[in-house]
């Protein structure tokens, strides 16, 4: 079992920067592929980024160059950090977890994050 808790989240103006955190518990957080979804209303969830250990960092286009995924090992911490935001990137963010990190299948997930850009 693997807990997520997710924090960070809030209202900011469009052009703005927000840095998302994600707390693991349960599993030896360094063996896990962790990744960020999101889900805006009225809209289904959709894939923001994810970080496989040894096989790499990916991002979704439309966030491409605009968000970091990291990740401190020594804590228990994946982190999204949101710069140039837009009001599009409105959505409840999620942190997922999956114990393969070469073809993640995220089985584990956090309660969520409301982050809101105004324009």
């Known amino acids: 079992q693997v807990q997520l808790v997710e924090s960070g989240g809030g209202l900011v103006q469009a052009g703005g920067s927000l840095r998302l955190s994600c707390a693991a518990s349960g599993r030896t957080f360094s063996s896990l592929a962790m990744g960020w979804f999101r889900q805006a209303p009225g809209k289904e969830r959709e894939f923001v980024a994810e970080n496989r250990l040894n096989s790499g960092t990916f991002y979704a286009d439309s966030v491409k160059g605009r968000f970091t995924i990291s990740r401190d090992n020594a804590k228990n911490i994946m982190y999204l950090q949101m710069s140039s935001l837009k009001p599009e990137d409105t959505a409840v963010y999620y942190c997922?977890?999956?114990?393969?990190?070469?073809?993640?299948?995220?089985?584990?997930w956090g309660q969520g994050t409301q982050v809101t850009v105004s324009s």
């Open positions: 997922a977890a999956s114990v393969n990190p070469i073809r993640p299948e995220y089985a584990y």
